[in-house]
Nanobody, 125 residues
Framework: QVQLVESGGGLVQAGASLRLSCAAS????????MGWFRQAPGKEREFVAA????????YYADSVKGRFTISRDNAKKTVYLQMNSLKPEDTAVYYC??????????????????WGQGTRVTVSS
């Protein structure tokens, strides 16, 4: 079992940067693949980025590739999402998620068992 708590969201202007953090509890964080997802008003939750348990592999949605960077610190039980060059279309509630199952990194919502409560990111034009 793991609990996830996101932080770092806020209101920024287009072109700005934000760094989201997701702090995890539980002893097995270092064995979980981790992902970031987002949900804009009236839209389905969508994949943003994912990272393998070791941090050696990362995956990104095409819409954020080159602007966002996912990373993790297993000693601190924290996963990060550095977001640069933010655009109004990045406005959403951002969720981190944990996948405790063995196998490859998932990019689908259904691939993750544990979710945080979300942190809101608003990008004004």
């Amino acid at each position: 079992q793991v609990q996830l708590v996101e932080s770092g969201g806020g209101l920024v202007q287009a072109g700005a940067s934000l760094r989201l953090s997701c702090a995890a509890s539980g002893r097995t964080f270092s064995r979980y693949h981790m992902g970031w997802f987002r949900q804009a008003p009236g839209k389905e939750r969508e994949f943003v980025a994912a990272i393998s348990w070791s941090g050696g592999s990362t995956y990104y949605a095409d819409s954020v590739k080159g602007r966002f960077t996912i990373s993790r610190d297993n000693a601190k039980k924290t996963v990060y999402l550095q977001m640069n060059s933010l655009k109004p279309e990045d406005t959403a509630v951002y969720y981190c998620a944990a996948d405790p199952r063995p196998g490859g990194v998932q990019i689908a919502v259904r691939g993750y068992d544990y979710w945080g409560q979300g942190t809101r990111v608003t990008v004004s034009s």
